[in-house]
């Protein structure tokens, strides 16, 4: 019985399209209300200058939000900081996961639980992250401190995230501690992949760790470096929780990143125009960034 | 790595000059494993310490790395709150864990956590579903447009979130939707669906083409296919995807912050980021809180850490 009605179902023409359609709806009625539609919405936006605290005005003024945000000197403060954030958290994680990933590709008693409790921070919720690491620099009370002047690497003690010169990298440390688990795992999973034949080869050819690592497992590992940048890279350069948990842009304008830019102009100064604008030129950096790095690696290989 | 030399064993020096370099390998190895727990768990067991620890003895200078005497005032501050009557003697009483300052809101966290358990899961199951079924039809099904299906799908995570926010926020607002746990769940589907399905084409496409043609061919329909073939052989992508459906949606933030503005529907970040921000709370409070909100997403990444990693990996191993 069931066997000639899906005969004939699957003989019937369309069937397959009709089923791919059907799995398919609920995805995209879903992005559509959520996703698709306030993509389009926000770039719309971005058109015209829209003041929340002029309701009664929003000329339309095509690509004038950009050019405003070009003159407006916040704009490159933003873009210095989301730069200096964006670089050093990106080559930090990636260096330090790279490390990690080594370590956890030999064999040792103990291997199999170090691999387990790297996932710490990467399932400790961001807030959480922020609000942890604010104690632990808390000039009056904090770890950090405490620490660095018990062990005498410091006389007395010091503000961290209050310090502008700091802030960013006190924030990009915070950043790092979550994000380097994932990172050290998706090397991990690359470097396993790569044959053994290759570092029995090299040793018969008399190369040493440093050698074997330069030639053998670096070259290899492109393809899982060039995920784990652009990943980083996505995420970096749009955070935005540690940056409001933990200094609001602060001090002054030290912290004072594109993602908190658009948070301010939109939800404190209520231009969503600008806001949206803003989004818009951050997401295209993204894309770029995205592109530049996949070509880079791409074209040596 | 690990490849023993091939030359260099006959000689009695051959054979010590190997016993110094492993020795010297094991050392390397505790030492550097050493090192990667405390700067993994330090930050960790220094925010469960300090939730131990009352107000004067988290103010302490030096620091109290371990708490000198375990409160668990603050947890029962937040399970079980004492009756707010406000009188003068209340008042003047306050709480001693908190110097003697309970947070105004301090009783929200209970109905919060609620509400980050009740989203979590829901956004775990019902992107489970929407996914497995669009992933299928992208990976298994070749019908025309599967390509710009998928495009179209992955596109949506290129904006930042930021972006989102206020059209986001105006449509829930048209619904009538603010306020509600629904908007949350509604949105983070949105969020992460995308990489769910990303993650479960490349383990269907793994899956033998062979097996579907023969389960075609004994007379399943699609739905069948997938039911019997395709979900049995992807167990560890479902596990992943659950993973990481729940834990995305209890760390989410931002969205939080803008779709929800009363207790009925905000989650465990939001109470805890007013805290953070209201500078006259306690940090042995908040670190509590803190605390709270760490375990459920730890426990079960550790408990399920090997479908986590080899699920999240799936789509990376490709290259």
């Known amino acids: 019985m069931a066997d000639t009605w899906a005969d004939r179902l699957s003989r019937k023409a369309g069937y397959d399209e009709r089923s791919a359609a059907i799995l398919i709806l609920p995805v995209f009625v879903v992005l559509m209300v959520v996703a698709l539609y306030p993509i389009i919405y926000s770039f719309y936006t971005s058109l015209f200058d829209i003041v929340l605290t002029r309701p009664w005005r929003r000329p339309f003024v095509g690509f004038g939000n950009y050019a405003r945000i070009f003159q407006d000197p916040m704009f490159w403060v933003a873009v210095q900081r989301t730069t200096v954030y964006t670089v050093v958290t990106v080559s930090i994680t990636t260096v330090f996961a790279l490390f990690v990933a080594l370590l956890l590709n030999e064999a040792f008693p103990g291997r199999r639980l170090l691999s387990a409790l790297i996932l710490l921070p990467w399932a400790t919720p961001s807030i959480v992250n922020g609000l942890m690491w604010k104690w632990i620099y808390d000039p009056g009370y904090g770890l950090l401190n405490g620490i660095l002047v018990q062990i005498g690497l410091l006389e007395s003690y010091t503000v961290w995230l209050g310090n502008p010169d700091r802030t960013l990298f006190m924030i990009a440390n915070a950043a790092i501690w979550k994000q380097m688990p994932l990172a050290a795992i998706l090397l991990l999973v690359s470097m396993k992949a790569i044959p053994q034949d290759l570092y029995r080869a090299a040793t018969v050819d008399g190369a040493n760790v440093f050698q074997r690592f330069w030639h053998v497992t670096l070259p290899a590992l492109k393809p899982g470096l060039m995920l784990v940048l652009v990943y980083e890279t996505m995420i970096s350069i749009r955070h935005f929780d540690l940056f409001l948990i933990m200094t609001q842009g602060g001090p002054g304008d030290a912290s004072y990143t594109l993602s908190w830019q658009i948070y301010v102009e939109t939800f404190r100064n209520l231009k969503f125009g600008i806001g949206a604008a803003l989004s818009y030129l951050l997401a295209i950096a993204t894309f770029v960034l995205s592109y530049l790095f996949i070509r880079g690696f791409g074209s040596k290989s | ?319």
């Not at chain 2, 131990?52 to 079980?80: G, H, M, R, Y």
């Not at chain 2, 399920?304 to 799936?314: D, H, Q």
């Open chain 2, 1 to 319: 790595m690990s490849v023993e030399p091939v030359t260099g064993m006959a000689s009695d020096g051959g054979r010590s000059a190997m016993m110094w370099r492993r020795g010297l390998r094991a050392l390397i190895i505790t030492v550097f494993s050493l090192l990667l727990v405390i700067y993994v768990a330090g930050p960790v067991a220094w925010l469960v310490s300090s939730s131990l620890q009352s107000e004067s003895d988290i103010t302490a200078v030096p620091p109290n790395w371990l708490p000198p005497k375990v409160t668990f005032d603050n947890f029962e501050a937040i399970f079980a709150p004492p009756k707010r009557e406000v009188t003068y003697e209340t008042r003047r009483q306050g709480d001693p864990a908190t110097g003697r300052f309970l947070p105004s809101g301090a009783e929200n966290l209970l109905p919060s956590l609620w509400n980050s358990f009740a989203v979590g899961m829901a956004v775990a199951i019902l992107n489970l579903v929407v996914s497995m079924t669009a992933a299928y039809a992208i990976a298994v099904i070749h019908f025309k447009g599967r390509r710009a299906a998928l495009y179209t799908i992955l596109v949506t995570r290129v904006i930042p979130d930021i972006a989102l926010i206020v059209p986001l926020f105006l449509v829930m607002r048209q619904l009538d939707l603010v306020n509600t746990r629904f908007a949350l769940v509604v949105t983070y589907l949105a969020v992460t669906v995308p990489f769910t399905i990303f993650i479960l084409i490349s383990y269907f496409e793994q899956i033998p083409r062979d097996l579907y043609r023969a389960a075609r061919a004994d007379g399943c329909s699609h739905w069948q296919a997938l039911r019997f073939v395709y979900l049995p052989l992807s167990l560890p992508a479902l596990v992943a995807s659950v993973m990481f459906a729940f834990l995305t949606s209890w760390n989410e933030f931002i969205f939080a912050l803008i779709l929800t503005q009363n207790i009925t529907s905000q989650t465990l970040p939001i109470i805890i980021s007013g805290f953070v921000m209201d500078f006259t709370t306690s940090f042995s409070f908040i670190n509590a809180a803190g605390v709270i909100a760490i375990v459920p997403p730890v426990v079960l990444a550790m408990m399920f850490e090997r479908y986590i990693v080899s699920g999240l990996t799936a789509g990376a191993v490709k290259g």
